[in-house]
């Protein structure tokens, strides 16, 4: 069963060549195309499940060791051999898992969601060629081919970001996604190079085995352009500010975005390579800072903005930052643990957010909902049980993934106290704004107008059985990995394990020497037997807690104060509110900035060197043209002197 992972990918991109050609050129009906669509990743979900158990019956160590799955040699030049073949092992399983079964709910739902689209054949052949990329990116068993799949899923969101293409703002979204891609892109081009130009090869297994060889500056500079690579597509600071805008395409598409595609391949990469990594402290300090300061930041945007999506797109780049921070710490598995997770509540969550425009005639300001809990019971609830999770409340997957994270943002050799109360507080404010999205557009008065409110409805079966079947996956998906604090067994780490469990712990980096961790891992005692990883998660369930309670208190309580609060702190209200005003800084220091660049050189070089050399070319033959001309006068008698002379300079030349 493990020799047939190819077939993995294979549906996807069955489904997009059914789709894209046949689909389009015979206009087949979209029951036909839907379901084309749906069945593809539905074979691939299946196949995704057949392989993971196949493995599960293997020894823990064998796991790690299963061949690659070579299909054909794919570049060969002297010495140097790349292939097209499939990893299979406990990571890029878990991976083909998440994507290939999220994906297919949100097919489904997309069934349902783009029904009366005129761009539904299209948009089901992109949906295709996504996870196809998606699939690739995380199975593949070298650098070339996941590059491959990494500027796939790059075009893709692309496509499907700016799918309403007639429209000048999704239109302008799908540009910004992809010139902002191409910076990390570079990065992890660049990075692609250094490894075959010190190890000569591009294979996993290859460069993992001759790693060691590196010295300690090499593998710096080759894992910091690779995460470079990693910020873009995941959506890290300075790379983020293409996330947010990337809503303007349909809401399944930014459920796929989110959720199972695109902005997890950072992680996954990071993950990967975690051998690079643990050879490289100054690299994971800069991974779990710029994680913990990203989920701070974009924690802190979602505060106050009003549109649903823009919101969920935040909250996306914060519990990103968590990953990065779990993979900065070298808590790979729990980096990859939260990224599962997530899978299941943001894209439940944004499912929900359609179901809510689906009700309310497409409105996304939430100032504009509201009590209307009753009259769409299934999205209510599930989106209810999707905001329990990412605020991490226990009982729910976030709560499991997240204080893993933070637990080891604690105590690891990599970690530090500082991360820890980043994390921390990060959490915070995550229960804080998710709560208020659930309070404001469910609960309260309806401030929707007379209109809409008489269409207020809940969405169809084909909508909402895969926001009931996230819901569940959002509540258990987290007992795979409960911890040993809790008297469980985190089944999630110990089948990774062969595959991320034997990174060394590489040394505490200068960077975090500043106040040491203050506890070993393993759960240290404090006092009388209080275990402090039991503290720490007491704590940050805790802080989750005192978000929710103010969330309640300013939106449902005393909704008169937050416009108070806003008066009162008009500065700072006003530059949160703006998201800080970086896409200005960007617009003035590099959009801008380039645009003057290139108007000079347009002006100053291809007008006046380029364009004037073509011309003054033109106007010598114009010239010489204009003295030839003269000769040709039309009277015979000019002719005869012409001949008469030439015959007299002959002359003279053979006399001499």
């Excluded at 969601?113 to 690739?136: C, E, I, Q, S, W």
């Excluded at 303007?248 to 959720?259: F, K, Y």
């Excluded at 505490?508 to 759960?523: D, N, T, W």
């Excluded at 003057?596 to 050399?613: C, P, Y």
Aim: net charge neutral; aromatic share 14%; glycine share 10%.
């Amino acid at each position: 069963m493990i020799d047939l992972v190819w077939l993995i990918p294979l549906f996807p991109a069955v489904g997009f060549l059914f789709n894209g050609l046949i689909g389009k050129w015979l206009d087949l009906d979209k029951r036909v195309v839907g379901s084309v669509a749906c069945t593809a990743l539905g074979l691939s979900f299946l196949f995704s499940i057949l392989i993971f158990f196949s493995l599960l019956k293997l020894p823990p160590e064998a796991r790690a060791a299963v061949p690659d799955k070579v299909l054909f040699d794919w570049i060969v030049s002297g010495d140097f051999k790349t292939v097209i073949g499939y990893k299979v092992d406990p990571l890029s399983i878990v991976m083909a898992l998440v994507v290939s079964g999220v994906s297919f709910f949100i097919h489904v739902y997309s069934v349902g969601y783009m029904h009366d689209d005129p761009g539904f054949t299209r948009y089901f052949a992109y949906l295709n060629l996504f996870v196809f990329m998606m699939l690739t990116l995380v199975l593949a068993n070298n650098f070339l081919l996941m590059f491959v799949g990494w500027e796939g899923v790059g075009l893709c969101s692309y496509l499907l970001i700016g799918f309403w293409f007639e429209r000048d703002a999704p239109a302008n979204a799908g540009k910004k996604a992809f010139v902002v891609n191409r910076v990390g892109d570079f990065g992890f081009l660049l990075g692609i190079f250094l490894i075959f130009a010190h190890l000569g090869t591009v294979g996993f297994n290859e460069v993992f085995a001759k790693a060691p060889s590196l010295d300690t500056a090499t593998v710096t500079l080759i894992t910091l352009m690779l995460f470079v690579g990693a910020a873009g597509k995941s959506a890290q600071i300075p790379l983020y500010v293409w996330l947010p805008d990337a809503m303007e395409g349909p809401t399944p598409v930014s459920s796929l975005i989110h959720a199972a595609t695109m902005v997890t391949s950072g992680v996954y990469m990071i993950a990967r390579c975690h051998l690079l990594y643990s050879m490289a402290p100054i690299s994971m300090a800069v991974v779990a800072i710029v994680g913990a300061a990203t989920a701070l930041y974009a924690a802190s945007m979602g505060l106050l903005q009003f549109d649903i999506k823009r919101v969920l797109a935040y909250s996306t780049i914060s519990q990103l930052g968590y990953m990065f921070l779990a993979v900065g710490v070298g808590a790979f598995s729990a980096g990859i643990f939260h990224l599962m997770t997530h899978a299941f509540f943001k894209g439940l969550l944004f499912l929900g957010a359609g179901s809510v425009m689906h009700a309310m005639s497409g409105e996304l300001d939430m100032r504009k909902m509201g009590g209307i809990w009753k009259r769409v019971p299934i999205t209510f609830l599930t989106f209810l049980v999707a905001t329990l999770a990412i605020a991490g409340i226990p009982g729910f997957s976030g709560f499991f993934s997240k204080d893993e994270i933070l637990w080891q943002a604690f105590s690891s050799n990599h970690g530090h106290l500082y991360l820890w109360v980043v994390g921390a507080v990060a959490a915070g404010m995550t229960a804080f704004y998710m709560f208020r999205l659930l309070f404001v557009t469910f609960l309260g008065p309806c401030r929707a107008s007379e209109e809409v409110k008489k269409h207020i409805h809940e969405s169809p079966p084909i909508m909402t059985i895969p926001l009931m079947v996230l819901a569940l996956l959002s509540v258990i998906g987290g007992y795979v990995g409960i911890p040993h604090i809790l008297g469980g067994r985190n089944f999630f780490h110990e089948f990774l394990a062969p595959v991320l469990g034997g990174a060394p712990q590489g040394t505490e980096h200068a960077a975090f020497s500043l106040v040491r961790p203050v506890f070993a891992s393993g759960g240290a005692a404090v006092g009388e037997g209080v275990n402090m990883e039991l503290l720490l998660m007491g704590v940050s369930v805790a802080v989750a807690i005192i978000g929710i309670c103010i969330a309640f208190y300013l939106y449902i309580w005393k909704t008169e104060v937050p416009k108070r609060l806003g008066e009162r702190f008009k500065t700072i209200y006003t530059i949160v509110f703006n998201k800080y005003y970086v896409d200005e800084i960007y617009e003035v220091c590099f959009v801008n900035s380039t645009k003057k660049l290139g108007t000079f050189l347009w002006r100053r070089f291809d007008d006046g060197v380029v364009d004037r050399s073509v011309n003054l070319v033109a106007e010598l033959m114009a010239w010489l043209g204009s003295v030839l001309r003269r000769i040709q006068t039309g009277y015979v008698q000019s002719y005869a002197l012409g001949i008469i002379l030439g015959a007299v300079i002959i002359i003279i030349f053979l006399i001499r």
